[in-house]
């Protein structure tokens, strides 16, 4: 019931920053066209369907387990990240810091469970990236909204917990995969959702 309650209220965030504008705003500064949206979907479509095993735990008698990364949920945003520091001339400084604050704050609302996995609740991220970018007024506070949101989803709430993956042994012969949830999964989502948040904060005078 959960996941498709996520998968409704991801819908329904949509459909908001539609409404108010975000969405075609951040793509029309951003300089992307439908089909740079509709090649960039199909990836991430076709990536979520795949995932690359990374390494393996062993626990003696009490099994093994398997860590691997999803390349819709995971691999693709990072591969955006590269492309928007490529593409725009971007404060480095900034965004480093405010990678580090997403980063602290999505530590402490992510949860290591035997069923799920690495569970990360995004919407400090999301939040944090957001008003963030806003705080710093940048004029390229989108590419940085979604670049401190992706890369402190991922570091916050997957590569840190690592160390909690001997809670999870019980999971014999399973693979816990970070983007796991593809195209619904913490690290895809928080980026877009941190720019259009960013961008319909500033639409409607909260910034």
Same mark, same amino acid.
């Given at each position: 019931?959960?996941?498709?309650?996520?998968?409704?209220?991801?819908?329904? @965030?949509? *459909? !908001?920053? =539609?409404?108010?504008?975000? $969405?075609?705003?951040?793509?029309?500064?951003?300089?992307?066209?439908?089909?740079?949206?509709? !090649?960039?979907?199909?990836?991430?479509?076709?990536?979520?369907?795949?995932?690359?095993?990374?390494?393996? *735990?062993? =626990?003696?008698?009490?099994?093994?387990?398997?860590? /691997? $990364?999803?390349?819709? /949920?995971?691999?693709?945003?990072?591969?955006? #990240?590269?492309?928007? +520091?490529?593409?725009?001339?971007?404060? +480095?400084?900034?965004? *480093?810091?405010?990678?580090?604050?997403?980063? @602290? #704050?999505?530590?402490?609302?992510?949860?290591?469970?035997?069923?799920?996995? =690495?569970?990360?609740? $995004?919407?400090?991220?999301?939040?944090?990236?957001? &008003? /963030?970018v806003l705080l710093i007024d940048s004029p390229d506070y989108l590419v940085q909204a979604y670049i401190a949101a992706v890369l402190g989803t991922l570091i916050g709430g997957d590569l840190m917990h690592l160390p909690q993956?001997?809670?999870?042994?019980?999971?014999?012969?399973?693979?816990? &995969? $970070?983007?796991?949830? %593809? *195209? @619904?999964?913490? #690290? =895809?989502?928080? %980026?877009?959702?941190?720019?259009?948040?960013?961008?319909?904060?500033?639409?409607?005078g909260y910034a």
């Open positions: 019931m959960s996941r498709y309650l996520n998968h409704a209220l991801t819908l329904l @965030l949509f *459909l !908001i920053f =539609f409404h108010l504008g975000a $969405i075609q705003s951040v793509l029309a500064k951003l300089q992307l066209s439908q089909q740079d949206i509709a !090649i960039a979907m199909l990836f991430a479509t076709l990536g979520s369907l795949l995932s690359i095993q990374l390494f393996s *735990l062993d =626990f003696h008698d009490e099994g093994q387990l398997r860590l /691997g $990364i999803n390349l819709g /949920g995971a691999l693709v945003p990072l591969g955006f #990240v590269i492309y928007l +520091i490529h593409s725009y001339p971007v404060a +480095i400084l900034p965004t *480093l810091l405010l990678t580090l604050c997403v980063t @602290l #704050v999505v530590y402490p609302l992510t949860r290591v469970e035997r069923r799920r996995g =690495f569970v990360v609740y $995004i919407f400090g991220a999301v939040f944090c990236s957001a &008003l /963030g993956l001997n809670q999870l042994k019980a999971r014999n012969h399973e693979t816990i &995969l $970070i983007g796991g949830g %593809g *195209l @619904l999964d913490a #690290v =895809f989502l928080s %980026g877009l959702l941190a720019m259009f948040t960013a961008e319909a904060l500033r639409l409607h």
